[in-house]
């Protein structure tokens, strides 16, 4: 790529003398092994395999190594837990489906913004962005980061507890590293995340070939009245199923990268219906190995049940766990952040947020300017902010938003009947999943109404904010000037360009 492209953007990035030459010198660049030749934009460099690696790796995190005691606690028996573990599975198989016949027929990155904005407009589109831009997503990536940070340095601290301002530097380090890699290579980024993807199902089949061997071996005591009908609480199940679907989330990142996957009409439900069936699975067994080797007691007692595990089956092996975890929360860092720079990439090409969020880099052929945008916000969230009151503010707002994309496809079956559906769903599918969905938000109304109520009145707050910057746009002309500067300024600095179509 020459600069020749730049300056026909008009973007004086020929102003700046690189390494001692003159002002009016048209350099040649270096050649970058890993970028990509030809014309300036997101290249379909996501094949079937780093398809399934992005779900299953944003999938599975800490959750089944930590702490899989919500559906259990809930729920009330071992037996139904596990029915429940099973019925989150096929539910939320029932969402990627959905999905899958939105990402096949709507063509464009962005997930549950771009669907919403095909299905019911702009305004509604941009409340989904305002509530993920000042609280969803970065709270999420800085929880994440945080459970990077503690477990990579639990062996280095045992037996003392890791203090917290080391955890804090060693979660900053974390975010700075996914930061880098996701601005520096969307190759590199995806085969990272194959290789922490099959960390994260190493770490998962070391549980389960002990547990299953020790049960075929005739361990089956904690099995025993396994659906007892008194201990079962009809009144959790919807917590339980809540937990469960939670466990779940993440089947949608794919769609949030669609237009750079290869041959999207095949590889995006192929790539959702492997990666949901080897979640359900490695959830199941993984259940089913925990409940072998401990009772349902020392489960809900435990502080972290793949350590309690090990230490009851290997022996000093148990040191390695917290590894694996710090590994397995890596991969979701990576992969989280490589779909959230698409939305912020789409609403930036569609006129939400600022235009240099939607260019990019000259050379390495990535969102530079969408990728480091979070990384400010999440750092002053982990150092101010009090993330996890955020987080229960706003997580009902996923549900609600996932619930409204997929009832955007039953209207648009109707709006736009004519509309190419390569992958096409029964109906019901969207429907029982939109009304799980709905539900949930309801279960989150009902059980905690004040945080659910702050966290509606937050989103809210997105209507002033879509007439003031996007509907009133007539600014004063020294304000439009300086953000045109500020503009040209950051282009200059990150050396990006509007994308070429």
């Not at 094949?47 to 702490?67: C, K």
């Not at 979701?332 to 789409?346: D, E, H, K, P, Q």
Request: charged share 15%.
């Amino acid at each position: 790529m020459t600069r020749r492209s730049v300056n026909g953007e008009g973007t004086g990035v020929n102003n700046i003398p690189p390494n001692g030459e003159h002002p009016g010198d048209t350099p040649v660049p270096k050649k970058d092994p890993d970028a990509p030749h030809g014309k300036v934009e997101l290249k379909k460099k996501v094949t079937l395999l780093r398809g399934i690696s992005i779900i299953i790796g944003t999938i599975i995190g800490a959750g089944i190594f930590i702490s899989p005691k919500g559906i259990l606690k809930n729920s009330g028996s071992v037996g139904m837990s596990l029915v429940v573990w099973i019925a989150c599975g096929v539910l939320s198989l029932f969402g990627a489906l959905s999905y899958a016949e939105l990402g096949t027929s709507i063509k464009k990155s962005g997930g549950h913004y771009t669907y919403i904005l095909e299905a019911f407009g702009p305004q509604m589109a941009f409340i989904r962005l305002w509530a993920d831009i000042i609280a969803i997503r970065p709270a999420g990536l800085a929880v994440i980061s945080l459970a990077f940070g503690q477990y990579i340095l639990e062996p280095i601290f045992r037996p003392c507890g890791v203090p917290e301002i080391a955890i804090k530097l060693a979660t900053s380090i974390g975010i700075t590293s996914v930061m880098y890699l996701n601005s520096m290579s969307t190759s590199w980024t995806n085969r990272i995340q194959i290789l922490l993807t099959f960390c994260k199902l190493l770490a998962i089949v070391i549980i389960i070939v002990p547990g299953l061997y020790m049960l075929f071996k005739g361990e089956t005591k904690n099995f025993e009245n396994a659906f007892e009908v008194s201990n079962i609480k009809l009144t959790g199940l919807p917590l339980a199923f809540y937990s469960g679907m939670y466990a779940y989330a993440g089947w949608f990142y794919l769609n949030f990268v669609t237009e750079e996957v290869e041959n999207p009409e095949k590889t995006v439900p192929l790539a959702i219906c492997i990666s949901m069936a080897i979640v359900t699975s490695c959830y199941v067994l993984t259940n089913v190995a925990y409940y072998t080797v401990m009772s349902a007691e020392e489960l809900l007692a435990s502080q972290a049940v793949a350590v309690t595990f090990a230490e009851k089956t290997m022996g000093n092996f148990s040191v390695a766990v917290p590894v694996f975890v710090a590994l397995s929360c890596f991969g979701t860092m990576n992969g989280c952040l490589f779909a959230f720079s698409r939305i912020f990439y789409v609403a930036s090409r569609e006129g939400h947020l600022p235009e240099v969020l939607s260019m990019i880099h000259v050379r390495r052929h990535t969102p530079l300017a969408a990728v480091i945008i979070l990384y400010p916000m999440t750092v002053l969230q982990l150092f101010v902010g009090d993330i996890y009151s955020l987080l229960n503010f706003m997580s009902f707002l996923r549900w609600l938003f996932i619930g409204v994309a997929v009832l955007g496809l039953i209207y648009m079956r109707y709006t736009r009947p004519d509309m190419p559906r390569p992958f096409k769903v029964p109906l019901f599918i969207p429907a029982i999943f939109s009304f799980t969905c709905f539900f949930m938000v309801f279960l989150s109304l009902y059980s905690d109404p004040v945080n659910t109520g702050i966290g509606f009145a937050i989103s809210l707050t997105g209507i002033p904010a879509y007439y003031i910057f996007i509907v009133f746009d007539r600014r004063p002309k020294w304000l439009q000037k300086g953000l045109d500067s500020f503009n040209r300024s950051v282009q200059i600095i990150l050396e990006v360009i509007p994308a070429e179509h």
